[in-house]
């Protein structure tokens, strides 16, 4: 596998506001990831709310400045080239935002948004740039005329269009999207997911996605990494995690996808409890307090990412046990205060789904 971009021990720690009697906390965002992208794949970062996704999204294209580690573009570091170095290099690096009404400059034209990234690195002549903007505004499933428009005139779908030519006139290598579609209804989310992927092949792309929901990146993941408070928990092929998850939080995430009954719900499998406080993280395993598989050195040893084979790495103490027998074959592992609990927690994060989904 070609890497075109990778990190090393990233980190990224927020100070929180001092308080009046005390001492400010440090929050761990991002902590410690190490991920390689591959050139041409279509690349998903998923996990809860609040576990760092974002934050890893914008590190990742340098719009924070990491606390500690490397990101490597082709051969760059991005986290420690100068300005100079860093914008010229933002041509081949776009970025999708989540909302696209607060990321569009609402007293700008729709033209003049489109083309402002070709204007800032030099591209093209007056006259080729907007025709290039008419060109990219047909491409996303608009009209040409939409040019002399003003964001407020396009339903969501449409400016996350808008957004998305935005992000391509800069002809970059590089797209990453940070929740693309979570604003959009469930319709507009299938458009927008099928143009990312025709798009991504008609310009040879590099696509990483962020996302909470594991339904909408099911079908367009290469690969796939699951985080959780800050760290990758898996990381592996989409096809072989979505059969066949080694942690037990990347199965509880998958086992929250909404399905379609007839009937009675079908059982799940579950785990119980909030996330930790991030400022003060459990020890050994993060995810141990609601781990239906946690053993004594869950609570006393951090698990590190261990290679599994097949292009899988999973940070589990008992990922190999795992893989050797199967999720299904250590129900009996789990202690009887344990049993079920993935049905609550599954089925709390499907209710919080359908609650927020637009009507």
């Known amino acids: ?66 606390t500690a580690g490397e990101v490597w573009y082709k051969g760059e570091d991005l986290a420690s080239l100068p300005p100079a170095r860093l914008r010229a290099l933002r041509r081949d690096l776009q970025f999708i935002f989540q909302d696209p009404f607060s990321s569009l400059n609402p007293q700008m034209s729709v033209g003049a948004l489109i083309e402002e990234p070709m204007r800032v690195h030099s591209i093209g002549t007056r006259t080729e740039r907007r025709a290039k903007v008419a060109d990219l505004l047909t491409r996303v499933g608009l009209r040409p005329e939409h040019a002399d428009r003003y964001p407020h005139e396009f339903s969501g779908g449409q ?14 290598t590089v ?56 760290e990758v928990v898996e990381c592996a092929p989409a096809g072989d995690l979505y059969a066949h998850p080694l942690h037990p939080y990347a199965e509880a995430l998958l086992a929250a996808i909404p399905v379609a009954s007839y009937g009675a719900r079908p059982a799940r499998t579950m785990v119980e409890g909030d996330p930790p406080n991030p400022i003060a993280p459990p020890p050994g395993c993060k995810f141990h307090p609601r781990c239906p598989y946690a053993t004594d050195i869950c609570r006393v040893e951090r698990p590190v990412l261990a290679d599994m084979g097949g292009g899988r790495t999973v940070a589990c103490h008992r990922a190999t046990e795992l893989s050797l027998q199967g999720l299904a074959d250590l129900e009996q592992a789990r202690t009887p205060a344990a049993r079920g609990r993935f049905a609550l927690y599954a089925q709390a994060m499907a209710d919080k789904t359908a609650h927020n989904r637009p009507e």
């Open 1 to 66: 596998m070609t890497a075109i971009l990778s990190t090393r021990g990233l980190r990224k720690d927020f100070v929180t506001a001092k308080p009046l009697f005390g001492e400010a906390t440090v929050v761990q965002a991002v902590a410690g990831v190490s991920l390689d992208i591959a050139a041409g794949e279509t690349f998903a970062i998923v996990g809860e709310s609040g576990c760092g996704k974002s934050t890893l999204a914008r590190l990742l294209l340098r719009l924070i400045d990491p």
């Open 159 to 172: 400016r996350q269009r808008i957004g998305i030519a935005r992000a391509l006139a800069s002809g970059p």
């Open 175 to 230: 797209l990453i999207g940070d929740e693309p579609v979570s604003a959009l209804d469930v319709s507009i989310q299938a458009q927008v997911v099928n143009l990312l992927e025709d798009l991504k092949d008609d310009f040879g792309l590099t696509l990483v996605i962020i996302a909470h929901d594991l339904a909408v990146i099911r079908h367009m993941a290469d690969r796939v990494a699951v985080m959780y408070l800050g």
